[in-house]
């Protein structure tokens, strides 16, 4: 089973911006990869999706448009560029492997998760 390190989280001011990555052990690139977060209390949510040629991205609606999901396939790595951050940013994000190449928004969908990096967005 692959495993995954999430890695780049830390306290950053609201309007600021931080880049996660995750490395894996193993190859995924014929897998799609996502990024999930959970903030306290809540449940577990999606963040952004890419498939596995990097071709296709999908995104919560709450990070359209300041988020960016990429990977980089020769270094078994995906990488969550945050930008514009809000308070309600603040959460634990993961990052995980689909079962397959387009992946989707759904926890089922994913085989192998991180232990998580904590963004903590101040106001």
């Known amino acids: 089973q692959v495993q995954l390190v999430e890695s780049g989280g830390g306290l950053v001011q609201a309007g600021g911006s931080l880049r996660l990555s995750c490395a894996a052990s193993g190859r995924t690139g014929n897998y799609a990869m996502g990024w999930f977060r959970q903030a306290p209390g809540k449940e577990r949510d999606f963040v952004a999706g890419?498939?596995?040629?990097?071709?296709?991205?999908t995104y919560g609606d709450s990070v359209k448009g300041r988020f960016t999901i990429s990977r980089d396939n020769a270094k078994n790595t995906v990488y969550l560029q945050m930008n514009s951050l809000k308070p309600e940013d603040t959460a634990l994000y993961y990052c995980?492997?689909?079962?397959?190449?387009?992946?989707?928004?759904?926890?089922?969908?994913?085989?192998?998760w991180g232990q998580g990096t904590q963004v903590t967005v101040s106001s």
């Open positions: 890419i498939s596995w040629s990097g071709s296709r991205t």
């Open positions: 995980a492997v689909a079962k397959g190449r387009y992946g989707s928004e759904y926890e089922a969908d994913f085989s192998s």
